[in-house]
């Protein structure tokens, strides 16, 4: 499995991204797929992940109300909308996939395959 992130750039306080995950797989459906993100000095961070079979979605407290994770099947493609971004938002933010769904669906290191990273900086 390969990910390829993207859309990621500067955008003030207030203001909407998203971001895209491309995956190579031929049973991406089934997959679930999540969002992480790493701020300079500290630890990568869960924010949002999509269940494959069931579809039901998890985010994180900080970003609940604000971002939305959906993804495309036909287009092998998990979309991270992010809206009313602020400073503290500001990351390299990761895809990642798994083949099974983990009910430590927050914890990084249930995860076997990361993206690049895609920078999302906003200024205040």
């Known amino acids: 499995?390969?990910?390829?992130?993207?859309?990621?750039?500067?955008?003030?306080?207030?203001g909407s991204l998203r971001l895209s995950c491309a995956a190579s797989v031929r049973t991406f459906s089934a997959y679930t797929m999540g969002w992480f993100r790493q701020a300079p000095g500290k630890e990568r961070e869960f924010v949002a992940v999509a269940r494959g079979s069931s579809g039901m979605k998890y985010y994180a407290d900080s970003v609940k109300g604000r971002f939305t994770i959906s993804r495309d099947n036909a287009k092998n493609t998990v979309y991270?909308?992010?809206s009313s971004l602020k400073p503290e938002d500001t990351?390299?933010?990761?895809?990642?996939?798994?083949?099974i769904f983990n009910v430590q669906y927050w914890?990084?290191?249930?995860?076997?395959?990361?993206?690049?990273?895609?920078?999302?900086?906003?200024?205040?």
Request: charged share 5%; glycine share 14%.
């Open 80 to 82: 991270l909308q992010m």
């Open 91 to 99: 990351a390299v933010y990761y895809c990642t996939a798994r083949p």
């Open 107 to 124: 914890n990084q290191w249930h995860y076997d395959v990361w993206g690049q990273g895609t920078q999302v900086t906003v200024s205040s």
């Open 1 to 14: 499995v390969q990910l390829q992130a993207s859309g990621g750039g500067w955008v003030q306080a207030g």
